[in-house]
Each structure stands twice: as structure tokens, then as C-alpha cells.
């Protein structure tokens, strides 16, 4: 397990998903609140997995160049801002057009009957 994570689970655990995972929730609301595009979820996350690699590897002595572990850690904290990015969105979408969208769910939103102009 070591070796695919790059370090121990519970590093991986605490510093991955705990500490990085919060940050990654940020950056998802953040980026959605400025409306980024989706390559910029794509590119945040590959930022956060390398520091996130760096202080593994500096605080819990992590193997810094592990491409498996990069590749993981890049995986779980894109997912992590994809879905806060688009909680953020359509609580956006909603909030700031009432008369336009409704929820559909946590991650979209729909046309409302009738709430569309004559066009």
C-alpha cells in the first residue's frame, strides 16, 4: 500500500483528505464563485496534489517523486474540488437567477415552468 500511496495510510488519510481535502473544497467554491472554467478544477488540483506531496514528504518523510502516489492524490483532491466546484455552481446558478433555474439535486439545477422569456 505504501508504495501506491507513496506513504502510510494514515498520512494519507490525515494529510490527504483532511487537510487537502478542505483545501480542495475551497478552491472548488472559490473557482465557482469567480466562474472559472472546468479546466481549472483540472489544474488547481494538480497544484494542491503537488504541495500536497511536498509537506507528505517534508513532515512525514513521503516519497516526494512518486508518480503512483501523485497520480492518486491528484485523482482524489480534482474529485474532491469537481464536486465542491459544483455544489458551488448550481447554488449559484439558483441563488443569483430565481426566476430562471430550481434545484435539481445537490450538484444541478433545471429550467423552471414558464421562467423563460418570450423569445
Known amino acids: 500500500m ?22 480542495a473544497i475551497l478552491t472548488g467554491q472559490s473557482l465557482a464563485e469567480g466562474w472559472k472554467g472546468i479546466g481549472s478544477v483540472v489544474a488547481y488540483g ?3 496534489a503537488a504541495g500536497d506531496r511536498f509537506l507528505i514528504f517534508g513532515l512525514a518523510g513521503g516519497e516526494l517523486l512518486s508518480l503512483y502516489g501523485f497520480v492518486l492524490h491528484w485523482a482524489v483532491l480534482t474529485g474532491i ?13 439558483v441563488s443569483q437567477y430565481p426566476w430562471l ?8 439545477w433545471r429550467d423552471k415552468p414558464g421562467g423563460r422569456l418570450a423569445e
Open 46 to 48: 494538480a497544484l494542491l
Open 101 to 108: 433555474y430550481e434545484r435539481a439535486g445537490p450538484f444541478a
Open 2 to 23: 505504501d508504495a501506491i500511496l507513496g506513504t502510510s495510510p494514515l498520512v494519507f488519510i490525515f494529510m490527504t483528505l483532511l487537510v487537502f481535502g478542505g483545501c
Open 81 to 93: 474540488t469537481f464536486m465542491a466546484y459544483r455544489i458551488a455552481q448550481a447554488r449559484r446558478m
